[in-house]
């Protein structure tokens, strides 16, 4: 039996040297050790819910964030953190104030990695660090990947007067960009611990998370915390301060009349409008269940959740009119049908997007809508950003459309139509986990959009690497974008192979209006209607809004 014992253990040793062979699972930051996992699938060591400061909750809410307490022993970090307070259109679910991040890196030896840091979309009111796992990334750009979770919602934007307390960067509101700051403070002083180059962070994010990373440009609150940046359909979007405050105390106001503070909602939202003691008391107390879903289904506009204030201290008033940029190399990325997902959640289409591909009309209305809100959204998240931020810009400018899944060839009719080249596509080419617009197909396990994965995988690997995101597998220079050539690489595959070339975008935003001004493919009143309640009001509706005298 003692023998038998002593074999057992000597397997188990064998067994776990196995996992561990080549990095520990066991780090010492800055605040104390952490554990971590081994993942034999993917060949990485991973760790989970690492807090980069104190839980922003009770009085810390609506504060700055503070620094993570040391921890004796070993932190266990082998199970994901909840994610931060949100409403998900149903339910309100998580715990506020989560900040926290997750950090995967292959099972090697090798040190100075390249790091790449995520910041999750949602509309800076929903989503969590898991939006991409990194597992493969990890690996086969051989990097070390980082996801960061941060405050959302009104939680984690809200700038009323009340929450002021003479301090310039919690006056701003902008909370949820300081967590990110405050996590890349940290990310730049523990990284090495895990391999990681502290002199080589890109800084990234996807939807919302891209706009942050584009915010982070012209804040002076994130100069030299990162080397590279990559923007995944993001654009450039700040908020009026002084609006967001007179919009924020609208929405609050139900809640102040229904606690029989007010008696209607006008006395109400001035009185949030207040900078008084009796209102941050108020605020202070308010349920973070009740405060979720106060915003819910912005849906790309800005005027439903103000966010991103430009306060002239963590955003500059001017926005991306400001001079200063800090500038470094910049990759960025939009798809062609970016506008699918949002349609599909509009009031008008939500409830009979069973209709779609059944039903003329309703067909023909979806196809309008999505044709010209993704012309306009890819615009705005590539090209356009690109001509607005050039003449101040002072680093390379890489510009990429994702093309891939409105082929009706490739991936069937109903795919094509009701989702195509959606907002988020190119995340199933970089992580294995499912995307909630890739169910029901399995056209990303085949050759061409495999090898499509490798390109881009390998193209970010590049760029986090030295800046540019030229590699071997790229069969055309991939060039930096300028006035002149508008240089743009495509990412699309058919079912046997990738198609990746560059081409000259010479997409305009008045070519854009021009041609929706003259498409007479719908009936006119249909027509109208998409123009005055469905396009309108968006992040890239500016133009189209003033043209057709919209409703914001």
């Known amino acids: 039996m003692k023998i038998f014992k002593v074999l057992l253990i000597i397997l188990v040793l064998l067994a776990n040297s196995a996992f561990a062979a080549e990095f520990s699972a066991q780090v010492k930051t800055s605040k104390g050790i952490v554990q971590g996992v081994y993942d034999e699938k993917y060949n990485v060591v991973k760790w989970f819910?690492?807090?980069?400061?104190?839980?922003?909750?009770?009085?810390?809410?609506?504060?700055?964030?503070q620094k993570a307490e040391k921890y004796t022993g070993v932190k266990d970090c082998s199970q994901y953190a909840p994610a931060n307070l949100q409403f998900n259109g149903k339910n309100v679910i998580g715990q506020e104030g989560v900040l926290t991040l997750d950090v995967y890196r292959p099972d090697t030896g090798e040190k100075n990695l390249p790091v790449l840091v995520f910041i999750h979309g949602g509309n800076n009111q929903t989503s969590n660090g898991r939006l991409w796992m990194g597992e493969k990334f990890a690996k086969e750009a051989n990097a070390v990947y980082v996801s960061v979770q941060y405050r959302l919602g009104l939680l984690g934007f809200n700038n009323l007067p009340a929450l002021a307390n003479g301090n310039a960067l919690n006056d701003s509101g902008n909370y949820g960009l300081i967590d990110q700051a405050y996590a890349?403070?940290?990310?730049?002083?523990?990284?090495?611990?895990?391999?990681?180059?502290?002199?080589?962070?890109?800084?990234?994010?996807?939807?919302?998370?891209?706009?942050?990373?584009?915010?982070?440009?012209?804040?002076?609150?994130?100069?030299?915390?990162?080397?590279?940046?990559?923007?995944?359909?993001?654009?450039?979007?700040?908020?009026?301060?002084?609006?967001?405050?007179?919009?924020?105390?609208?929405?609050?106001?139900?809640?102040?009349?229904?606690?029989?503070?007010?008696?209607?909602?006008?006395?109400?939202?001035?009185?949030?409008?207040?900078?008084?003691?009796?209102?941050?008391?108020?605020?202070?107390?308010?349920?973070?269940?009740?405060?979720?879903?106060?915003?819910?289904?912005?849906?790309?506009?800005?005027?439903?959740?103000?966010?991103?204030?430009?306060?002239?201290?963590?955003?500059?008033?001017?926005?991306?009119?400001?001079?200063?940029?800090?500038?470094?190399?910049?990759?960025?990325?939009?798809?062609?049908?970016?506008?699918?997902?949002?349609?599909?959640?509009?009031?008008?289409?939500?409830?009979?997007?069973?209709?779609v591909l059944k039903d003329k009309l309703t067909t023909e209305e979806f196809v309008f809508a999505n044709k010209y809100g993704s012309k306009f959204y890819g615009f705005f998240n590539g090209q356009e950003s690109a001509?607005?931020?050039?003449?101040?810009?002072?680093?390379?400018?890489?510009?990429?459309?994702?093309?891939?899944?409105?082929?009706?060839?490739?991936?069937?009719?109903?795919?094509?139509?009701?989702?195509?080249?959606?907002?988020?596509?190119?995340?199933?080419?970089?992580?294995?986990?499912p995307y909630p617009y890739t169910a029901g197909t399995d056209v990303f396990a085949k050759p061409g959009p495999q090898e499509l994965s490798d390109i881009f995988i390998a193209s970010l690997a590049a760029f986090i690497r030295t800046g540019d995101p030229n590699n071997a597998l790229l069969l055309e220079k991939w060039e930096a974008w300028t006035p002149q050539n508008r240089?743009?690489?495509?990412?699309?595959?058919?079912?046997?192979?990738?198609?990746?070339?560059?081409?000259?975008?010479?997409?305009?935003?008045?070519?854009?209006?021009?041609?929706?001004?003259?498409?007479?493919?719908?009936?006119?009143?249909?027509?109208?209607?998409?123009?005055?309640?469905?396009?309108?009001?968006?992040?890239?509706?500016?133009?189209?809004?003033?043209?057709?005298?919209?409703?914001?």
């Not at 994010?205 to 940046?229: H, N, Q, Y």
């Not at 929405?251 to 503070?261: F, T």
């Not at 409008?273 to 849906?299: F, I, W």
């Open 49 to 65: 819910g690492i807090p980069y400061a104190q839980q922003a909750n009770g009085e810390k809410r609506w504060a700055l964030p």
């Open 184 to 355: 890349l403070e940290w990310i730049k002083k523990n990284i090495d611990k895990f391999g990681g180059d502290a002199n080589n962070i890109t800084v990234s994010g996807f939807s919302a998370g891209g706009r942050d990373v584009m915010a982070m440009l012209i804040s002076p609150l994130f100069k030299d915390k990162f080397d590279k940046a990559i923007s995944f359909s993001g654009g450039l979007t700040v908020a009026d301060f002084a609006e967001s405050q007179e919009i924020i105390a609208g929405k609050l106001a139900p809640l102040v009349v229904a606690d029989g503070i007010c008696a209607d909602e006008k006395d109400a939202a001035e009185w949030l409008m207040q900078g008084s003691d009796e209102v941050r008391s108020y605020l202070m107390k308010l349920p973070g269940e009740r405060l979720a879903p106060v915003m819910a289904g912005a849906l790309i506009r800005m005027k439903s959740f103000p966010h991103l204030y430009g306060d002239g201290k963590v955003l500059p008033k001017e926005g991306f009119a400001a001079e200063k940029f800090n500038s470094v190399p910049l990759l960025m990325l939009a798809s062609s049908d970016e506008f699918t997902s949002f349609l599909a959640r509009d009031p008008y289409f939500k409830n009979h997007m069973d209709k």
């Open 387 to 433: 001509e607005d931020i050039y003449a101040n810009y002072k680093a390379p400018i890489y510009v990429c459309m994702f093309d891939f899944g409105h082929d009706p060839a490739v991936v069937g009719e109903t795919y094509a139509v009701k989702t195509g080249a959606t907002h988020g596509i190119f995340l199933p080419f970089l992580t294995d986990q």
């Open 487 to 552: 240089a743009e690489t495509v990412f699309d595959a058919d079912g046997k192979q990738a198609k990746v070339y560059q081409r000259s975008n010479d997409t305009s935003y008045e070519g854009i209006l021009k041609e929706l001004e003259a498409d007479n493919s719908l009936n006119a009143d249909s027509k109208n209607y998409i123009i005055k309640n469905i396009l309108n009001g968006r992040w890239f509706s500016g133009g189209l809004d003033a043209k057709y005298h919209n409703k914001n």
